[in-house]
């Protein structure tokens, strides 16, 4: 709840402080909305990805500019982000334990990860705007360091439950985002396996997923 209150806070102070200009420089200050379609990445046979994985972020970001043109700047913000991923991975809870399996003969299932997110995004900006261009060309490169809580698992059948612990609580991830004004492309690629390190199957297996995002980007001044 502390972690929830912070980031309202800090939303509230990006949007008291507007965007900035003056007469020699200017920052464009932005929150920002990505919706995106996540392609699971990994290198073990059994795993299989099946239904529709999607992550939506929304944040604000602070633009500190390098030049006095404004067309290069470094944006360091806070946002919060839900991901979801499907795939045939099989938990089984008894007690206070879990076991992960693979499905055989064949058996195709579609079990849920769902897990939200604190961020950190960081961006590299080169934009064609100027102090009194609003619609422009923008090339951004990101880095985002992501804190995961409330992780939960929902099996094809049967009831969802929480999965503490099982996940990677800090993830890093590269993105980039271009287009022209409020429409943006976006492309992430994720450096930490999604699942923690500690997790193996029953065959000894550690399935290793890695999401890999492409969608939308807004970004609203």
């Given at each position: 709840?502390r ?26 200050d ?10 699971q ?58 076991s ?15 897990v939200?997110?604190?961020q ?23 880095y985002r ?15 969802s ?61």
């Open positions: 709840m972690a929830i209150f912070f980031l309202f806070c800090f939303f509230y102070m990006g949007l008291l402080w507007g965007q900035e200009k003056d007469s020699l420089s200017y920052n464009e932005q929150f920002y909305i990505d919706v995106n379609f996540i392609i990445s990994s290198d073990v046979n059994p795993f299989q990805e099946n239904g529709f994985s999607r992550s939506i972020h929304a944040g604000f970001l602070r633009d500190f500019s390098f030049t006095k043109e404004g067309d290069k700047a470094i944006a360091i913000g806070l946002g919060y982000g839900y991901e979801r991923l499907v795939n045939n991975l099989n938990i089984r809870k008894n007690e206070n334990q879990l992960y399996s693979f499905p055989t003969n064949g058996i195709s299932l579609r079990n849920s990860f769902s939200h997110q604190l950190l995004p960081i961006e590299l900006r080169w934009r064609t705007s100027t102090i009194d261009n609003y619609r422009f060309w923008r090339i951004y490169l990101g360091l992501s804190y995961h809580f409330m992780p939960t698992y929902k099996p094809f059948f049967g009831r439950f929480s999965i503490k612990n099982q996940i990677e609580q800090w993830q890093h991830s590269l993105s980039l985002s271009v287009g022209f004004n409020t429409w943006n492309l976006r492309f992430s690629y994720g450096l930490t396996p999604f699942l923690a390190k500690t997790v193996q199957t029953q065959e000894g297996i550690r399935p290793k997923v890695y999401p890999v995002q492409v969608g939308l980007i807004f970004y609203l001044l």
